[in-house]
């Protein structure tokens, strides 16, 4: 029947849609967690280089700093014996004085010197016509891309009379008999400063150039009418700060060649160090008591300084570069 009760059917209320939250109302966890799923495509692409990056980079070095405080040659379980590694290093170890020393010689004369010089020739070679700028940069790169330019310096400065120098200096009557290059310590350290120089100059110097490259002319124009006076002011105010990033790459590069300079010993001495180890290195040190000695937890202590030294004096050349143009 018609009379009988219609229930009403009450129309269902409308949800109460979420106000997005903005920015600011986000916590910096949320809003980097949101911007991680909106990228997370880039992060998929990325994921191979990051797990061989964390695999055999960041666990090494984790593990590295964590055998330094340990007694550990590799045949029994790490022992943790705190900081006697390190107290042995500076307290009982006379080698790696000798080794901490000619790695500071070393670093202090090639690193500045290598990174002030990388800049002054890009900067010399930049005003070049463009033919020539290609010919002179390729002069000064190809040591750096030379696989046996140590040959070169090893058949130079050979010991006997066939080498290059000795036989000049002999037809010219200035020595008698040939010198040991390479193993006086009269000659070591020098040249192998020198020849440290000269190869390291090739990336760096490349870096500059194309720094150089990068610099719009009109922020030149502009200065002058800013009130730039000379040639000094606009490298100061101008090229310097628009080269940071260059600065910086080479810094990192330049100090990262000076600390790690046994190598370069290493392919024109040999193994045989002369004279009271006058060009013995860290590098060298290292390499002893972990190759030889089997050491490593020492060797692992001796990475860490020479970790420490690395980066602190990158920091300290990264917060000179923040000041330039200032």
């Not at 109302?25 to 990051?50: C, D, H, N």
């Not at 055998?67 to 790490?78: I, K, Q, R």
């Not at 033919?131 to 891309?145: E, L, M």
């Not at 020479?306 to 990264?318: D, E, H, P, R, Y």
Request: with cysteine; glycine share 6%; net charge positive.
């Amino acid at each position: 029947m018609q009379d009988a009760a219609v229930k009403e059917v009450k129309a269902p209320k409308p949800r109460k849609q979420k106000k997005p939250v903005s920015k600011k109302e986000m916590t910096k966890w949320q809003y980097t967690r949101s911007e991680m799923k909106r990228t997370r495509v880039g992060y998929i692409m990325i994921a191979p280089f990051l797990i061989m990056f964390i695999t055999f980079t960041v666990v090494p070095v984790i593990l590295s700093l964590l055998l330094s405080f340990t007694s550990f040659d590799m045949f029994t379980w790490p022992k943790f014996i705190y900081f006697d590694n390190f107290i042995r290093m500076f307290l009982d170890d006379d080698l790696f004085i000798t080794a901490f020393k000619n790695t500071i010689i070393f670093a202090v004369a090639t690193g500045p010197t290598s990174f002030l010089l990388s800049y002054l020739l890009a900067w010399f070679i930049n005003e070049l016509p463009p033919k020539a700028r290609a010919f002179v940069t390729f002069i000064f790169y190809a040591p750096s891309i030379a696989g046996t330019v140590y040959s070169v310096f090893l058949l130079i400065f050979r010991n006997d009379y066939y080498g290059y120098a000795n036989g000049w200096l002999m037809k010219l009557g200035i020595i008698n008999s040939p010198i040991l290059w390479f193993q006086d310590k009269t000659y070591i350290v020098p040249l192998v400063i020198f020849i440290s120089i000269w190869t390291s100059l090739g990336m760096a110097f490349l870096a500059a150039i194309a720094g150089l490259q990068g610099i719009d002319r009109a922020q030149y124009e502009a200065g002058a009418v800013d009130g730039i006076k000379n040639r000094w002011q606009e490298v100061w105010y101008i090229t310097l700060p628009n080269m940071k990033s260059m600065l910086t790459f080479n810094a990192v590069i330049t100090i990262t060649n000076a600390f790690g300079f046994g190598g370069i010993v290493t392919a024109l001495c040999g193994t045989m160090y002369s004279d009271g180890y006058c060009a013995w290195t860290l590098n060298h040190h290292l390499s002893e008591y972990m190759g030889a000695r089997f050491e490593f937890g020492y060797a692992s202590a001796l990475a860490l300084v020479m970790f420490i030294l690395s980066f602190g004096s990158n920091k300290m050349v990264n917060k000179m570069i923040s000041k330039v143009g200032q």
